[in-house]
T-cell receptor, first 112, second 116 residues
Framework: NAGVTQTPKFRVLKTGQSMTLLCAQD?????MYWYRQDPGMGLRLIHY???????AKGEVPDGYNVSRLKKQNFLLGLESAAPSQTSVYFC???????????FGPGTRLTVL | DQQVKQNSPSLSVQEGRISILNCDYT??????FLWYKKYPAEGPTFLIS?????DKNEDGRFTVFLNKSAKHLSLHIVPSQPGDSAVYFC???????????????FGSGTQLTVLP
């Protein structure tokens, strides 16, 4: 099992550009999450999904959109990137019966 | 308002000694607590957890203690090894209002350095 994978690993954008981050999991997990990690701030929840076709807002959802068209994939979109979105983005997933989330390796995004 | 706090950004210990990482929380609804370990350029990996109905959970060299009255938990690593050098995050989960899934709230992390 590959677990949770994220694509791409690194990306540099210019202000105003758009992009999509892909998260894939092969563990048949129902729940999937997107976090951002900034220095000294831990991980903050952007959006999450409790199942295929459903999404919900987390703590810091502004400027991001998500979609979960397939159970194994969770996409995070930035429609118009801003320098404040420079961060490391982590995807995570879990089964419904436990709180333990399993994380991907992260995507380092720089917005110039 | 930080509901989960790790007040020590860094900690250094000698190899073979005990490492104690601390975490405080403010939300009395938290009922499940986890510790994650993170190496540079990798995602966090689950280390150990504890339910609020317990006050201790042990897994090999790692023990988590929970003091509900003080809203405090700690992670003990004995003996510490150089490979334990990483950032450690504590996280907490709570029952939420109906229609909202359980989520993790993370602390800001503590960088542990184990010196050989």
């Amino acid at each position: 099992n590959a677990g949770v994978t994220q694509t791409p690993k690194f990306r540099v954008l210019k202000t105003g550009q758009s992009m999509t981050l892909l998260c894939a999991q092969d563990m048949n997990h129902e729940y999937m999450y997107w976090y951002r990690q900034d220095p000294g701030m831990g991980l903050r929840l952007i959006h999450y999904s409790v199942g295929e076709g459903t999404t919900a807002k987390g703590e810091v959802p502004d400027g991001y959109n998500v979609s979960r068209l397939k159970k194994q994939n969770f996409l995070l979109g930035l429609e118009s990137a801003a320098p404040s979105q420079t961060s490391v983005y982590f995807c995570a997933s879990r089964i419904a019966s436990t709180d333990t989330q399993y994380f991907g390796p992260g995507t380092r995004l720089t917005v110039l | 308002d930080q509901q989960v706090k790790q007040n020590s950004p860094s900690l250094s210990v000698q190899e073979g000694r005990i490492s104690i990482l601390n975490c405080d929380y403010t939300n009395s609804m938290f009922d499940y607590f986890l510790w994650y370990k993170k190496y540079p350029a990798e995602g966090p990996t689950f280390l150990i957890s504890i339910s609020s109905i317990k006050d201790k959970n042990e897994d090999g060299r790692f023990t988590v203690f929970l003091n509900k009255s003080a809203k405090h938990l700690s992670l003990h690593i004995v003996p510490s090894q150089p490979g334990d050098s990483a950032v450690y995050f504590c996280a907490a989960s709570a029952r939420r209002s109906s229609g909202s899934a359980r989520q993790l709230t993370f602390g800001s992390g503590t960088q542990l350095t184990v010196l050989p």
